[in-house]
């Protein structure tokens, strides 16, 4: 096989990306349940994304906690909780919403002798619901960033991948959307890098890598790669 093993990122990649907009609503309907200011709640929200992301918070609580302290202000428990089920909300319904074509293809890999991997950037609020996912059955090695403690693009993140998956880079396929340069240094570990770029996804251009790499606009078109 021309691959030993097909590597995917979560959002954007296999499930959509969330609409920002409706993302930037709901951390303003958070802090109207904190009775914080909405615009510096977003701002910090958005301040703490890698902590969120390498795990330094174990829970959007945590998280909220943090900002609320960064206001200066104390917030009940039980708000807080409230807070963070609305998040929690958010991530379940862009976790548990695989696009059209994931399982198929991902079904296709697997029952032609294909390794999958997942490489995610994520809280740990995902990995819970991603346990729940039609997906997670046919992905034989997950790995979270809030789980290793580093995000992509950082090169460690991929070893890990590949080493759980007892392959080397250069025998990987790795299917993106192109968040930060996640694959350009896909590319430099060795494996071969293509970007997914679906029509209608464009709120997150702005956080896209300049690529000048492959691309593709459907995950069937992953196949078509494998010839």
């Known amino acids: 096989m021309k691959y030993q093993a097909v590597i995917f990122d979560l959002f954007g990649t296999l499930v959509d990306n969330y609409p920002l907009a409706e ?3 709901a951390c303003r309907q958070m802090a109207e349940e904190l009775s914080v200011p909405p615009d510096d709640f977003l701002t910090l929200w958005i ?3 890698d902590k969120r992301m390498t795990g330094v918070f174990k ?17 009940p428990h039980n708000q807080i909780d409230l807070a963070a089920s609305i998040r929690f909300g958010v991530t379940k319904g862009e976790v548990t919403a695989p696009r059209e074509e994931a399982v198929e293809v ?20 995902t990995t819970i619901i991603w346990k729940e996912t039609t997906l997670a059955p046919l992905i034989d090695v997950a790995v979270f960033s809030c789980l290793v403690g580093t995000i992509k ?20 396929l790795y299917i993106a959307d192109g968040i930060g ?28 890598e300049e ?12 196949l078509t790669l494998l010839e």
């Open 47 to 49: 301040k703490t994304y």
């Open 106 to 125: 991902l079904s296709y890999l697997k029952s032609n002798g294909y390794k999958t991997g997942l490489i995610s950037n994520c809280s740990f609020e």
């Open 59 to 75: 829970n959007y609580q945590a998280c909220i906690e943090h900002i609320c302290q960064q206001l200066g202000v104390r917030v």
């Open 23 to 25: 993302s930037n609503d």
């Open 211 to 222: 690529w000048n790499g492959p691309v593709i606009s459907l995950l069937r078109e992953v």
């Open 181 to 208: 340069q996640e694959l350009t240094s896909a590319s430099k570990l060795g494996m071969y890098a293509v970007q997914i770029r679906v029509p209608h996804d464009k709120d997150y251009d702005t956080y896209r």
């Open 153 to 172: 693009p950082d090169p460690r993140i991929y070893q890990i991948a590949v080493e759980k998956l007892a392959v080397n880079p250069e025998e990987c």
